[in-house]
């Protein structure tokens, strides 16, 4: 089953049918972090931009280690195009190991939390969430592991649902944890919005785990081949640690651009933690759509039709234009009241309210065109991650989070006290180039070069010259 849809491959309606799943599934579970922040807002300030630090480093181990687990999807997608099907399932396996084997890092990190956030003013408040967030760790992991399995074959409606009712248990739980329902449950603030967040991921792990092994699936796609497959294991670590370092190096470089606006004053925090609220909010579509293209780009390469990759590449750039055009206008024709709907209810430290509210417009601009860079750049990532290209990925990524993000910040805005719509410019600047950087490198094709299954190819073709002799 090399075409995943009944549209031509690499078209946009392919690609569309195959990523529109993926974005609503993106969307739910983003949704949960969302929420987290409109609950928070409505708590209280420190508990908002407490979580804006926190959450960003405690995203960057998680999303690092999820993000290696996630190259599930890959193999699964190329075995599929190649029709091995009895070899997708230990892939699968491989990175459902991994993802136990990091309770080693998460569990150090929980204990030791208190240690890592005590040198900012709102410590205490940013080690609970961090703590919590560490104590349930895993189970980000496991979900992209076991997700891999569904968007690698296509298979991703089930996705929908399950992140829907996941997202649906994260509301329920918000309002219950962080304000609390006297005399029943206390009013946890941070700590109930890390337990809510953390229980909407297990859920979804409980529930993918539960399809991963009906009965169908054991015995067409080797879902029961459970053992540690060491070259297996290999092979899916060595493909997927850059992109996963690549992930942790640069959300851990926005973690150090959030702890620098924190240093620079409230007012400097607060509006980062809006602007972040948003793009985290609306960058479900780039992060779907990159899913999509390389579980489509992957089945193309598998299945030795890589010549209709370019097709991929111009159907997910206009898929991208289209989104970002609309949610222009969601963004930019009323952004007062917006911030004001869904945030502002505590502005007492804001002495001149109507500047803010321009400063904070023009970061909303600013943030809009962030997410149009950073959506054409998930694509050409997708292309890159399908052909295994992450190494290049992980290079660019440690080298330019620093030079291209932290050292301008650190140099410009903190050194001379601009106002923050300096550091957002940076920002921008900073996604155009790594923009640049993936399309230049698509182009030049070192990715042709990279062969995942050259093994496994040359293992099956021996296996049926021995059985015709």
């Known amino acids: 089953m090399t075409t995943l849809t009944r549209y031509p491959e690499g078209s946009v309606r392919e690609l569309w049918t195959i990523s529109l799943p993926l974005m609503i599934s993106v969307l739910a579970s983003l949704c949960m972090i969302f929420t987290d922040r409109l609950f928070l807002a409505r708590y209280s300030l420190d508990a908002l931009n407490a979580v804006a630090n926190a959450g960003t480093l405690s995203w960057a181990l998680m999303g690092g280690i999820g993000m290696i687990t996630a190259m599930s999807e890959v193999f699964v997608a190329q075995y599929n195009g190649a029709k091995m099907f009895q070899k997708i399932g230990v892939p699968v396996w491989q990175m459902i190991w991994l993802s136990l084997f990091s309770y080693v890092i998460f569990i150090p990190l929980a204990i030791f939390s208190t240690k890592i956030f005590s040198f900012n003013p709102n410590g205490a408040l940013e080690a609970e969430f961090f703590r919590w967030m560490m104590s349930f760790g895993p189970s980000y992991a496991l979900m992209t592991a076991f997700a891999g399995f569904f968007v690698g074959r296509g298979q991703t409606k089930i996705l929908i649902v399950v992140a829907l009712v996941a997202n649906f248990l994260n509301i329920i739980l918000d309002w219950l944890l962080i304000f609390g329902a006297p005399p029943f449950i206390p009013a946890m603030g941070v700590k109930g919005a890390a337990i809510a967040t953390s229980c909407g991921y297990a859920f979804q792990t409980i529930f993918l785990a539960i399809l991963f092994f009906q009965k169908r699936y054991r015995s067409e796609f080797g879902t029961t081949r459970w053992k540690l497959d060491f070259n297996e294991f290999k092979r899916c670590f060595r493909i997927g640690l850059p992109q996963g370092v690549f992930v942790m190096l640069e959300v851990f470089g926005w973690a150090v651009f959030y702890w620098m606006m924190t240093s620079m004053g409230k007012t400097h925090i607060t509006i980062s933690s809006i602007c972040q609220s948003l793009w ?11 899913r999509g ?163 496994e190819t040359e293992t099956a073709k021996c296996t049926s010259e021995a059985n015709q002799n």
């Open 293 to 455: 293209v390389t579980a489509s780009a992957g089945n193309l390469i598998g299945s030795k039709q890589s010549d209709k990759l370019l097709r991929v590449m111009r159907s997910g750039l206009i898929l991208q234009a289209l989104f970002i055009g609309v949610i222009g206008c969601i963004l930019l024709l009323d952004t007062n009241g917006l911030v004001r709907l869904l945030f502002f209810e505590h502005m007492d430290f804001i002495d001149d309210q109507n500047a803010v509210m321009d400063t904070i417009r023009i970061c909303m601009i600013l943030t809009f065109l962030n997410l149009f860079f950073e959506g054409v750049r998930w694509v050409f990532s997708g292309l890159l991650i399908a052909a295994g290209d992450t190494f290049f990925l992980l290079i660019t990524g440690a080298v330019s989070v620093w030079i291209g993000l932290l050292i301008p910040i650190w140099q410009i805005v903190l050194r001379y006290r601009l106002n923050v719509e300096y550091a957002w410019i940076i920002a921008l600047i900073y996604s155009i180039t790594m923009f640049a950087l993936y399309a230049t490198r698509f182009k030049q094709g070192a990715w042709k070069k990279i062969d995942l299954l050259a093994e």
């Open 280 to 290: 985290i909010l609306f960058s479900f579509f780039g992060d779907g759509l990159s």
